[in-house]
């Protein structure tokens, strides 16, 4: 099976502080996601990667880095934590052709406080 | 732009009743994939059902199965015999060269 993980479940978070989010997939996927859930709003993307050290910004990358130096692990940064960006964080990934599955980690809950 | 509207934020149903999610989408391409995910109370978002467009057929997974109507831009999802189980929130989403989710629908199935 696919598996894709995000080290943190939970997290809480000073403002102003550097966050970093891992994500880890097992099945050699080139494309990786990064989005962002909070309720009412869906899933929106930040930023994603078709390879190692390619990045393309999302629909909602401010605040956001990502860092791909290895094809498996894909990690996000929150530079300087704000209140706003107190929500669940979504890692996917995926074969390179359009139309294939999306997996799916099981997210990472951060509250900035 | 593509855009994925689920017009039913949240639904609740008896169980093994059967329930249909609604999902609609605006597009100019001829050739993309659609998908349901289920994202249950653990969070843990999976694959429910898969359909390309140029297949005319409707996809079917066990209970689960779709009502696709290309020239409508409808992509609905029916579930069968509905279970506990089913609880979850449902998203539709479009695949071509991006991935467009829709803001999922809150199904509860009732005991």
Sequence with gaps: DVKVTQSSRYLVKRTGEKVFLECVQ?????????Y???????????YFSYDVKMKEKGDIPEGYSVSREKKERFSLILESASTNQTSMYLCASSLPQSGNTIYFGEGSWLTVV | A?????????????????VTLSCTYDTSENNYYLFWYKQPPSRQM?????????????????RFSVNFQKAAKSFSLKISDS?????????????????????????????
Excluded at chain 2, 2 to 18: F, G, I, L, R
Excluded at chain 2, 46 to 62: D, F, G, M, S, W
Excluded at chain 2, 86 to 106: E, L, N, P, Q, S
């Design chain 2, 2 to 18: 593509q855009t994925v509207t689920q017009s039913q934020p949240e639904m609740s149903v008896q169980e093994a009743e059967t």
């Design chain 2, 46 to 62: 999976i694959l429910v059902i898969r359909q390309e467009a140029y297949k005319q057929q409707n996809a079917t997974e066990n």
């Design chain 1, 36 to 46: 962002r859930q909070d309720p009412g709003l869906g899933l929106r993307l930040i």
């Design chain 1, 26 to 34: 097992d099945m050699d996927h080139e494309n990786m996601f990064w």
């Design chain 2, 83 to 111: 279970q506990l189980g089913d609880t979850a929130m449902y998203f539709c989403a479009f695949v071509d060269d991006k991935i467009i989710f829709g803001k999922g629908t809150r199904l509860h199935i009732l005991p």
